[in-house]
């Protein structure tokens, strides 16, 4: 199956190629973005070529898929989202999402997400139609869980220790959107 792109009003998200190399690089050394993520800031270009083709192979092996989030105007390379891992089986999945730090609070990550869901909900992905997409957010992560719950995700809980990576232990909130959830909000709210 061809990667599928998808277009919003001021976005294009796209499949992430070597030429973003140094975008990524820029985006997952920036300790800002990977304050609640599960990796620690890279130090060195190659790494970020090394982390699109991780994000790649799951959309080739068919176990998530993992989108650049691009500016309409410009081009510019200003974030990822995507689903960490889904379950055919199960038909559910695991979203995640980051962008730069300058364009927070500008709407653009609820247009990609939005626009994943829509995706994801009307089955169009290779995963099939999804009826659950779950996402964890570490407590403290506020704009993320604000950003989940405006999106008509639902707390549905606190796994203590659940996560382990740069050496410690955290917390994760989980949150979670049912298709049926999603197919009776208003149409405004999901585009």
Same mark, same amino acid.
């Given at each position: ?6 277009? @919003?009003?001021?976005?294009? *998200? ?8 140094? $975008?990524? /690089? @820029?985006? /997952?050394?920036?300790?800002? #973005?990977?304050?609640? !993520? ?16 991780? /994000? ?14 691009? &500016? ?6 200003? %974030? @990822? ?6 379950? &055919? ?7 995640? !999402? $980051? ?6 609070? +500008?709407? !653009? ?6 626009? #994943? ?9 290779? =995963?099939?139609? *999804? ?5 964890? @957010? ?9 950003? *989940?719950?405006?999106?008509?995700? #639902?707390?549905? %809980?606190?796994?203590?220790?659940? %996560? +382990? ?5 955290? $917390?994760?909130? =989980?949150?979670? *959107? ?14």
């Amino acid at each position: 199956m061809e990667f599928p792109e998808i277009t @919003t009003s001021r976005l294009k *998200l796209v499949r992430l190629t070597s030429d973003d190399v140094r $975008d990524v /690089f @820029t985006l /997952f050394s920036d300790e800002k #973005v990977i304050k609640y !993520y599960d990796l620690g800031a890279l130090t060195q270009v190659p790494q970020a070529l090394s982390l699109i083709n991780f /994000f790649n192979s799951r959309y080739d092996s068919n176990t998530g898929i993992r989108w650049g989030i691009r &500016l309409k105007e410009s081009n510019r390379l200003i %974030g @990822t989202c995507g689903f960490n891992s889904w379950s &055919l089986k199960m038909k559910s999945a695991e979203i995640g !999402y $980051d962008l730069i730090p300058s364009l927070w609070g +500008y709407g !653009y990550a609820n247009e990609a997400v939005s626009a #994943v869901l829509n995706m994801a909900f009307s089955g169009k992905l290779s =995963c099939g139609m *999804l009826n659950r997409i779950q996402a964890d @957010t570490i407590p403290g992560n506020d704009a993320s869980e604000s950003l *989940l719950l405006k999106l008509g995700f #639902v707390e549905e %809980g606190l796994r203590r220790e659940s %996560g +382990y990576w740069k050496n410690t232990f955290h $917390d994760l909130k =989980c949150f979670g *959107l049912l298709e049926s959830e999603y197919a009776k909000r208003p149409l405004a709210e999901t585009c």
